[in-house]
C-alpha cells in the first residue's frame, strides 16, 4: 500500500526524512539498487536468522538520529478492525537497545531510541479528495522491556517482545477505528452520517473518537427497548445507498423538510411547482459550469482511468484507493505535461513562452484545486435531485418488490485477506453467553460474508429511490428513538476502554477476539493456546475464562459528548430530520403493473413542500 508511507511522511513532524523496509532482494539490481537507497529505503534480509545481521540498515539509521517506519500488521487490508500486530518491530527495537550497549554502539555513539505509535484513520479511503486523520501517540517507554530482553534469558527476552508487541497494538487501537464485524461499522458509520450530515462540519480532531463512540454503541448490545432493530435499520439504509449510488449527504441538501412529524398526514404539492422548484436548483447547480468547463475537460481522462485502475480491484477497498492514486498521478503527469507542451508550441518554443506556458499549467492546476469540491458538491446534488425525483416520479412497476429488494438491503462484504491471521471466535459456555449480556455482538464475520453475497448485476438505481427514501426515514426514526432513550433512561453503556472508565476487573470474560488487557481487540493468534496477555505463562484455550477489563459511560455523558461535537439530536420527541413522507391519502393502492413475487407495499413516496424553519 503506497498511501499510507506516503500520508507519514507528507505529515511527519519537521519534515524529517523518513526510512522504510524493503526487501533485501529488491537491491540486487544495481539500478533498483540506487532508487530505493535515494527513497531511504532500508534493506532487510528476512531469511537471516541473526537479528543483529537482519537490522544492521535499521541499527545504522537509528544510531544516526534518523527515523525508521515500520508497519507492524505486515501488510495492508481491508478490515473492520487491527487484525494482528507482529513481532517484527518489537524485535527491532529490544534488539536496537541491545546492540546500543555494544562495542560497535558506542563506537558509532547510537542515540537513545524513541518508539512513537502512530495512527493514521482515512474518512473515505476509496473517495477522491476525502480528508485523513493523522495521530501521533506518546512515546512508549523501553527501560524495563529492555532490561528484561537484555537479561540473557531466552524466555525472558521473548515474553518482553510478546509485552512490547501488546503494548504497540493497544497505542493503535487507540489511535484508530475498530469494530467487531463489519456490521458494527457500517451501522456506526450511518449513525455518523445521519447526525452530521455535513461531515465537513465534524471537525476532524475528534473524528476517530466520534466514530468509535457510535460503533461502541453496536460492538457491545444493550438493554434499551428502542435498540432493538436499530442495526437493521441502518444496515439496511447503508447498503440501499450502495445499490443506489446515492449518499445520505446528497439527499440531505435536497430543498426538503427539515421538522415534519411523519405520523401527520402531508399534502402533495402539484407535480409543477415541485418541478419548478427542481428546476431552479437545477440552474444554481449548472451555473457555475461554464467557469470550471476547461478544468473539466482538461482532468477527465485522469478521473476515468483513476475509475478504470479502481474497477480493477473491485473487492478490497485499499487496493482502490492504490489503484486511483497510481492512475491519478500517472495521468496527471501526462495531462499537464501535455498542456504544457502545447502552450510552449504555441509561443514558438522560446525561453519566456516556456515561462509563460508554466506559470498557465500551475494557475490552471491550483484553479483546478481551488473550486472542484465546491463543483463537486453541486454536482452530487445535482444528480441526486433528479434520481430521486425519476425515481419518486417514475410508474410504480419501475419498483422492485420486496422479494427482489431483500439481498440489495444487505450490505456487501470485501473479501477476506489471504495474509491476515484472522482470530479464532470460540463459543462460550451456554450458561455463560446466558449471562453475559454486554458480550460482543453475536453476527459473526462469517455469517455476514455468506448473507452479502455478490450481486450479479446492479439495478436500476430508480427502481431503489423509493425505497431508499422509505429507509431513511426508519434509519432516522430508529436512532431517534434510540438516542432519546438513552439520554432519558441513562444506562451504563459498556465502550472501548481508552473512551470509558474503567471498572477493574470485572466479571470472568472468554477467548473471543477481545483482549483482556485493553478491553479491546485482542490478537487471539498470539494469546489462544499460548499465553494469557492477563496471566503470563499460563496457557489460554478457546472457551477459557479470563479476567477482563471493561470501560463505561452514562448514556447522558454519550449524548453530550456527541451533542457537543455537533450531533444533530432531538431534544423532544416529534421533531427530526425527514426526506420525504410516506402517505397513503391519495388512495392509491399497488398498481397492477408493478413486478412483484411477494407481497407488495401500498406506501407511496411523496414529494413535500420546504417548510418555514
Not at 306 to 316: C, F, I, K, Q, T
Not at 468 to 491: D, N
Not at 520 to 532: E, F, I
Amino acid at each position: 500500500m503506497i498511501i499510507d508511507p506516503a500520508m507519514l511522511s507528507s505529515t511527519f513532524p519537521h519534515g524529517r526524512f523518513i526510512h522504510y523496509w524493503a526487501k533485501a532482494s529488491l537491491f540486487a539490481n544495481p539500478i533498483a539498487k540506487a532508487i530505493l537507497v535515494d527513497a531511504g529505503n532500508i534493506p532487510v534480509n528476512r531469511r537471516s536468522k541473526d537479528n543483529q545481521s537482519m537490522f544492521k540498515g535499521t541499527f545504522d539509521a537509528l544510531a544516526g538520529d534518523e527515523v525508521v517506519a515500520l508497519f507492524p500488521e505486515g501488510t495492508s487490508y481491508t478490515e473492520p478492525r487491527i487484525m494482528q500486530v507482529k513481532d517484527g518491530a518489537s524485535w527491532a527495537a529490544l534488539e536496537y537497545t541491545k546492540w546500543a550497549t555494544s562495542e560497535e554502539g558506542k563506537r558509532k555513539n547510537a542515540q537513545p531510541l524513541r518508539l512513537i505509535p502512530a495512527g493514521l484513520v482515512y474518512t473515505n479511503k476509496s473517495k477522491y479528495r476525502s480528508s485523513a486523520i493523522m495521530e501521533y501517540g506518546n512515546p512508549i517507554p523501553l527501560d524495563t522491556l529492555a532490561a528484561e530482553f537484555n537479561s540473557g534469558d531466552p524466555d525472558l527476552a521473548k515474553r518482553a517482545v510478546k509485552k512490547l508487541t501488546k503494548t504497540i497494538e493497544a497505542t493503535m487501537i487507540r489511535l484508530t477505528v475498530n469494530a467487531n464485524d463489519w456490521d458494527s461499522l457500517y451501522a456506526g458509520r450511518m449513525a455518523r452520517q445521519l447526525l452530521w450530515e455535513d461531515e465537513r462540519t465534524l471537525n476532524l480532531d475528534e473524528f476517530v473518537a466520534v466514530s468509535q463512540i457510535l460503533i461502541d454503541l453496536f460492538n457491545y448490545p444493550n438493554n434499551l427497548k428502542s435498540y432493538k432493530g436499530l442495526k437493521e435499520a441502518l444496515l439496511k439504509y447503508y447498503a440501499l445507498l450502495k445499490a443506489s449510488k446515492l449518499t445520505n449527504d446528497a439527499i440531505c441538501t435536497l430543498p426538503l423538510p427539515r421538522a415534519l412529524d411523519p405520523s401527520r398526514p402531508t399534502p402533495l404539492p402539484s407535480r409543477l411547482s415541485t418541478l419548478g422548484f427542481l428546476l431552479l436548483s437545477t440552474l444554481g447547480c449548472v451555473g457555475p459550469l461554464p467557469f470550471f468547463a476547461l478544468p473539466l475537460l482538461i482532468n477527465a481522462p485522469v478521473y476515468i482511468m483513476s475509475r478504470y485502475g479502481a474497477n480493477l480491484a473491485d473487492d478490497e477497498e485499499e487496493s482502490q484507493a492504490q489503484n486511483k492514486v497510481v492512475f491519478g498521478l500517472l495521468l496527471t503527469t501526462v495531462v499537464y505535461g501535455a498542456v504544457f507542451w502545447a502552450l510552449w508550441a504555441f509561443f514558438w518554443m522560446t525561453p519566456l513562452g516556456g515561462v509563460l506556458a508554466a506559470s498557465a499549467v500551475w494557475l490552471l492546476f491550483n484553479y483546478y484545486l481551488r473550486t472542484i469540491d465546491d463543483f463537486y458538491t453541486r454536482a452530487k446534488r445535482l444528480f441526486a435531485a433528479w434520481r430521486v425525483l425519476v425515481g419518486v416520479w417514475g410508474p410504480r412497476d419501475w419498483d422492485l418488490s420486496p422479494a427482489d429488494l431483500k439481498q440489495y438491503t444487505i450490505p456487501e462484504i470485501p473479501k477476506a485477506n489471504p495474509w491476515v491471521e484472522r482470530p479464532i471466535t470460540p463459543t462460550p459456555p451456554a450458561d455463560a453467553a446466558a449471562n453475559n449480556t454486554a458480550a460482543p455482538a453475536s453476527t459473526s464475520t462469517e455469517s455476514t460474508v455468506e448473507k452479502a453475497k455478490k450481486r450479479v448485476k446492479k439495478p436500476a438505481s430508480r427502481s431503489l429511490v423509493r425505497h431508499v427514501l422509505r429507509a431513511r426515514i426508519e434509519a432516522s426514526r430508529a436512532l431517534e428513538s434510540f438516542l432519546q432513550e438513552l439520554e432519558v433512561a441513562s444506562p451504563r453503556v459498556r465502550v472501548s476502554a481508552h473512551l470509558g472508565r474503567e471498572e477493574g476487573l470485572l466479571e470472568e470474560g472468554y477467548v473471543s477476539g477481545l483482549s483482556s488487557e485493553t478491553g479491546d481487540y485482542l490478537d487471539v493468534s498470539s494469546a489462544v493456546g499460548s499465553k494469557s496477555a492477563s496471566t503470563p505463562g499460563t496457557p489460554v484455550t478457546p472457551g477459557t475464562p479470563v479476567p477482563e477489563k471493561r470501560a463505561y459511560l452514562e448514556g447522558r455523558e454519550i449524548i453530550k459528548f456527541l451533542r457537543d461535537r455537533g450531533a444533530k439530536i432531538a431534544h423532544q420527541a416529534g421533531t427530526g430530520d425527514w426526506v420525504a413522507a410516506l402517505s397513503s391519502d391519495e388512495g392509491e393502492g399497488e398498481t397492477p403493473g408493478a413486478r412483484s413475487s411477494g407481497t407488495g407495499e401500498a406506501d407511496e413516496v411523496h414529494w413535500v413542500k420546504p417548510s418555514a424553519q
